[in-house]
């Protein structure tokens, strides 16, 4: 009887938590059977057993071996699609998590409409970040649960599809993440690589490119973590023979200038209109300029982003996003007219009281900030306000006068905008007028299979507004 059978044969969770706690090596198929009772359900692993494992992994790694099973039982859990009669190349990407990071939005159908199919499996908010399926939902309709042949019809014909995993697909990376986003379980290099990867694997993909988030907003906020996460997901890429790159993307402050559902709708739907923050429409372009070159139609990432920018100023994107949205049984006119996004009943301005210059602003404690606004969860079956969230009016290196704004709280209520006001005034850190602010570059190293790590093609210097 292997170790961690009772004498009856049953597998015993407990035990299995107890090696994954002491960093012991699990018997051969210990964590598949663990793994499979927890999806069926009524089989003696809980949703406190896998929690408390979770947290092992957290603290213990896993070993490569059991990582590999743990992306193929993840993969297992659920159907793969299978897409090969699409004409064109099947590229999709995924962030490892950021704080105002709706850049998925203007993506999908920004390389949709260079000749990509993008069958896109998103996640909901995890942890202090937010998640595309959330945002998306804030669209009224927005359906993130299609049927699978619903799925597939989307993206042949608008060319990309965002849902979020079903029962039928990554089924249980559904349940382990939205564990993980309230056990405080999410940073953990071999969690992170299986919850991503077995979500893309699913589907059917010939090109991958992964957002590898680096800086105080992301889960692994130091760049040699940030690289062995990115390492890790190209090796089960490669693996899995999809052909998958990695870009280290920085998360010192939060990507554009909304945090918070509605809010990063519209201002993903202002990207489409060539209008929005700068480094917003950075980021896009230069992720499409590298999934056009993994798809193979371009000949490097230069040439694909000029490709890209060439497509998002032409327009014909903003009305591949309309389509996306019409067919997932959104309301479509918010693609003209933001204002019919969920609005929060109070805006509260929040401006400069000395003068100075802006030397940071904190992704970390905005993103938890729009979770006690109501926007984010704490508990696993919490709904979300769409509404709530912050708008930033001032980036690092701005000079500011009392009274200046330097954002807007959305708050269901004035206690909470009060709460919000707090929150905005720690996260913008104000120093001496002239102080130096070391400009950081939005987009760093590249990761591939079998090339050394470099340096992308991105513009030059700081990314500002
Ligand atoms: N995105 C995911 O899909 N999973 C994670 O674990 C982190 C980010």
Same mark, same amino acid.
């Given at each position: ?43 003696? #692993? ?116 965002? %849902? ?46 992964? !957002? ?100 998002? !100023? ?10 996306? #949205? ?8 918010? %693609? ?51 509404? #709530? ?47 130096? %602010? ?28």
């Amino acid at each position: 009887v292997p170790v961690l059978r009772d004498g009856s044969g049953a597998l015993n969770p407990v035990r299995l938590v107890e090696a994954a706690r002491d960093g012991e090596p699990l018997p051969e198929g210990a964590l598949e059977a663990f793994l499979e009772a927890y999806r069926r359900g009524g089989e003696g #692993v809980e949703d406190y057993h896998v929690a408390a494992f979770l947290m092992a992994v957290v603290f213990r790694g896993l070993a490569p071996g059991d990582l590999s099973r743990l992306v193929r039982a993840m993969l297992g859990s659920g159907v793969r699609l299978d897409l090969s009669h699409l004409p064109g190349p099947r590229v999709d990407k995924h962030s490892t998590g950021g704080v105002g990071d709706k850049a998925s939005l203007p993506l999908a159908p920004l390389v949709a409409e260079g000749g990509l199919f993008v069958p896109m499996m998103a996640g909901r908010g995890l942890g202090h970040t937010g998640g595309t399926v959330d945002k998306l939902e804030s669209i009224r309709g927005y359906r993130t649960d299609l049927e699978l042949d619903e799925f597939v019809s989307v993206v042949e014909t608008v060319g990309c599809s965002i %849902v979020g995993q079903t029962e039928e697909i990554a089924a249980l990376d559904r349940r382990l993440y939205a564990l993980r986003s309230v056990t405080g379980t999410v940073p953990s290099i071999p969690l992170v690589a299986a919850s991503i990867m077995s979500k893309k694997l699913a589907e059917d993909l010939t090109g991958l490119v992964l !957002d590898v988030k680096v800086g105080r907003g992301a889960f692994f906020p130091e760049e040699a973590r940030a690289l062995e996460l990115a390492r890790t997901m190209v090796g089960i890429g490669g693996d899995h023979g999809v052909a998958t790159s990695a870009l280290l993307t920085s998360m010192e402050r939060p990507l554009g200038r909304a945090v918070g559902n509605a809010l990063e709708v519209a201002e993903a739907v202002a990207c489409l209109r060539g209008e929005g923050p700068g480094d917003l429409r950075d980021l896009v372009l230069t992720l499409a300029g590298e999934m056009f070159r993994i798809g193979g139609i371009v000949p490097d990432a230069r040439v694909g982003r000029e490709r890209a920018e060439q497509l998002l !100023d032409g327009g014909g994107p903003l009305g591949r996003f309309r389509r996306m #949205v019409d067919r997932h049984g959104g309301d479509p006119r918010i %693609v003209d007219d933001p204002g019919r996004l969920p609005a929060a009943p109070v805006v509260r301005e929040v401006r400069a009281e000395a003068p100075g210059r802006v030397l940071a602003v904190d992704p970390l404690s905005l993103g938890r900030g729009v979770v006690e606004l109501g926007g984010g969860r704490t508990r696993l079956d919490q709904d979300i306000d769409p509404s #709530v969230g912050f708008v930033l009016h001032v980036v690092p290196g701005d000079d500011v006068a009392p009274g200046d704004l330097l954002g807007r709280v959305h708050a269901a209520s004035e206690p909470d905008a009060r709460r919000g006001e707090t929150v905005l005034r720690a996260a913008v850190e104000v120093g001496p007028s002239g102080a130096e %602010v070391e400009p950081r570059p939005l987009v760093g190293r590249r990761v591939a299979a079998g090339e050394p790590v470099d340096r992308p093609a991105s513009r030059p210097g700081p990314t500002g507004s």
